[in-house]
């Protein structure tokens, strides 16, 4: 049944209204009626799609209610990864940020830069494709997050559809709740008889994470875009432009967004918005500052976390005072014991703090803190709190001194201490160090079992299931089926992706013993150098420092751990479970060649890419220089390609790479 000409054309402007009035409310903080107004509106619009469903379409207004719950998140890899920022915490820290990019560019940023607060929110990536919200996820780790749409749809600052955006708009910033409406919903808690919420950021993150999307829409979010990934179908020169584009789409963008060109404005600017932070109404905990200039972004490029473009400077640490009431002893899988505070509990930055690490034995000494001692107690974002000094002062004479133990707290080994730190010396016979262990040893840099969280870890080892890496690929199905919470497809798919690892390059490998020191980049150096595992355990300190980036710290440790007996005959178990291979290669065409990629890609990631490059014998850059050989150039591609054209480097795009290593 049609609907009736008079009947659309007043839905229609029905529709456009409520948008404008959410556009109002949300965006521009400027609304022109009333709450209850606005709510006539929407139940006339409610009741016309109720009438005629054939007008209700997946970008309605009525649509941010929430649809049916899911079972599970879908990861999502973005296309360009979600790094994290830089810190600094002093003027002379930006400014040294600034030589650092002016030496790396050889000129001054004439672009200048742009300022804004620093939202302490949960980040989120709004893929619009041809207008419509396709997809929204979380940033994960940098590269794959989860697939949080059917949450974000219930966001009323976020639009469904935009009308005049281009062919694919990638959309990144922060979601968030305000102040005042956390304060209310904890409130509401409190009356209830239930446990308040931590802080805005752990609700808003909780609630993005709600597998019923109806839970979400009833917390009110909010979402200030930041910045844009991957776009196609328009072009930006400078950020700024980017964000203006973003607003005149509808999409609200971060509030005191300014230019500056100077570090006598950044320092103003940081000053003003320090100063007005308590007046917010939502947390920041410092600012943001970024180049303007694109292209000089792209000519920058970026570490492994963090882009060279960008920094944040943040906000003094918000401190309290509070009482030590005991020290107890932490075991991580290096066997380091780690000293913890336990406080009279303190409020500190929207969060209660029960807890602060005192490092090590070190700073103990150094601190001269003792348990009954009033103490100061530091926490900025997500770091973990810290005891920055004692109150003498306020002592009493029953404070006690603070004595490391002679004995491992878990496994009651023996320790053994160094200059700053002390370690349990049982290895693999100790539990915690197991469990750590265990957690490095599945991790998605390492040998990437996937299923195999801390819980079931812990369970694993309690149970005696598990008392070393190896010994996972000994689970037998029966076994697990007698754990609570365990079926069959979860025992399956576990045992599956136990059965994948077994095959693994001898990178990962390293990486998965979980030596001090050795991290992917070091793991991958050394089996670069080596090339074999029984050469690797048998080389001297001399030996391995001759491998690049290996110094006499990291050699020392690499060496003291293929001394060891325990770990030596665990390496060896390892390896009659695990088959070493060299990275997959379909040729070696790459041989010889360094390889930089610019632009976007559309077939895979830029670290996939790397690999690729990687295992067809080749090796890549992230700058353009003579020694590159072969520039792999993507949609928005900018002064890398200019470069290299300069240069007379041969430049391929996506397809053609692909077609020279024959995929």
């Known amino acids: 049944m049609s609907v009736p000409e008079p009947t659309r054309k007043k839905y229609d402007k029905l529709r456009a209204e409520i948008e404008k ?58 296309r360009i990864q979600m790094l994290s920022l830089e810190k600094a915490y002093e003027e002379s820290e930006v400014q040294a940020w600034i030589d650092r990019m002016e030496g790396d560019l050889g000129h001054p940023v004439e672009s200048g830069f742009n300022l804004e607060p620093k939202v302490d929110g949960d980040s989120l990536e709004l893929v619009y494709e041809k207008g419509l919200l396709t997809l929204a996820s979380t940033r994960g780790d940098g590269r794959v997050g989860e697939n949080v749409t059917h949450s974000v749809r219930t966001i009323r600052s976020i639009p469904l559809r935009l009308d005049g955006a281009p062919e694919l708009l990638e959309v990144r910033g922060e979601a968030f709740i305000p102040l005042e409406d956390f304060k209310k919903i904890n409130k509401g808690q409190v009356e209830k008889g239930e446990e308040p919420y931590m802080n805005p950021r752990n609700l808003t993150s909780g609630s993005l994470k709600q597998l019923d999307p109806k839970i979400t829409a009833t917390r009110p979010i909010r979402f200030m875009a930041h910045g844009v990934g991957r776009v196609v179908g328009k072009k930006f020169a400078r950020h700024l432009e980017a964000m203006e584009f973003l607003e005149k789409l509808g999409i609200p963008i971060v ?73 107890d002893w932490q075991v991580g899988r290096t066997g380091k014991l780690t000293p913890v505070a336990r406080l009279k509990p303190v409020p500190i930055g929207g969060v209660t703090v029960t807890n602060a690490t005192l490092h090590n034995p070190s700073q103990i000494r150094k601190l001269d803190v003792r348990i009954g001692d009033w103490v100061v107690v530091t926490r900025a974002g997500d770091v973990i709190p810290y005891v920055v000094k004692t109150i003498p002062s306020r002592r009493t004479g029953k404070e006690k001194e603070i004595e490391p133990p002679k004995r491992c707290p878990v496994c009651g080994g023996t320790v ?58 000994g689970l037998k199905k029966g076994r697990l089926l007698e754990l609570d919470r365990m079926g069959e497809k979860l025992a ?6 136990i059965d994948t690892s077994r095959t693994a390059t001898l990178p990962r490998f390293l990486n998965a013993l979980g030596i001090r020191q050795v991290g992917e980049a070091t793991a991958q150096a050394l089996a670069d150098h080596f090339g074999d595992i029984e050469k690797l355990m048998e080389a001297s300190e001399e030996e391995l420092q001759a491998v690049p980036d290996v110094g006499p710290i990291v050699a020392k440790s690499i060496r003291d751990f293929f001394q060891r007996k325990e770990n030596r005959m665990a390496a060896k178990r390892l390896l009659k479970e695990v088959t070493l291979v060299r990275p997959k290669s379909k040729s070696r065409t790459l041989e010889g060649q360094v390889v930089v990629f610019t632009g976007g890609l559309e077939r895979i990631s830029r670290d996939d890419a790397k690999r690729v490059v990687v295992e067809n014998g080749g090796r890549t850059a992230d700058s353009v220089s003579k020694a590159v050989t072969l520039v792999v150039a993507g949609p928005g591609a900018g ?25």
């Open 21 to 78: 009035h959410n556009r109002r409310y949300y965006v521009l903080a400027d609304p022109e009626i009333s709450d209850a107004e606005y709510d006539r509106l929407y139940d006339e619009l409610a009741a016309l799609e109720n009438k005629h469903p054939e007008l209700r379409t997946p970008d309605s207004p009525t649509q941010k209610v929430g649809g049916e719950p899911l079972d599970k998140f879908e990861k999502v890899e973005h």
């Open 639 to 663: 002064s890398k390609l200019d470069k290299a054209k300069k240069l007379g480097l041969k430049t391929v795009t996506e397809s053609e790479f692909f077609g020279m290593i024959g995929q």
């Open 255 to 327: 509030d005191d967004l300014v230019a500056a060109s100077s570090v006598k404005e950044i320092e103003a600017y940081y000053a003003k918005i320090l100063k007005g932070r308590d007046r917010r109404p939502y947390e920041i905990d410092g600012i943001v500052l970024k180049v303007d200039d694109l292209a000089l972004r792209e000519e920058l490029g970026a570490r492994s976390k963090s882009p060279r473009w960008a920094i944040a400077w943040k906000f003094p640490a918000r401190e309290e005072t509070t009482q030590v009431l005991a020290v």
């Open 416 to 473: 053994e201490a160094t200059e700053t730190d002390i370690f349990c010396a049982a290895g693999l016979s100790c539990p915690a160090q197991v469990k750590g262990a265990l957690e490095h040893f599945v991790s998605r840099g390492a040998m990437d079992i996937e299923g195999l969280g801390p819980e079931w870890i812990d369970v694993f080892v309690d149970r005696k299931l598990v008392s070393s890496p190896a010994d996972l690929y």
């Open 492 to 497: 399956d798919n576990l045992l599956a992706s």
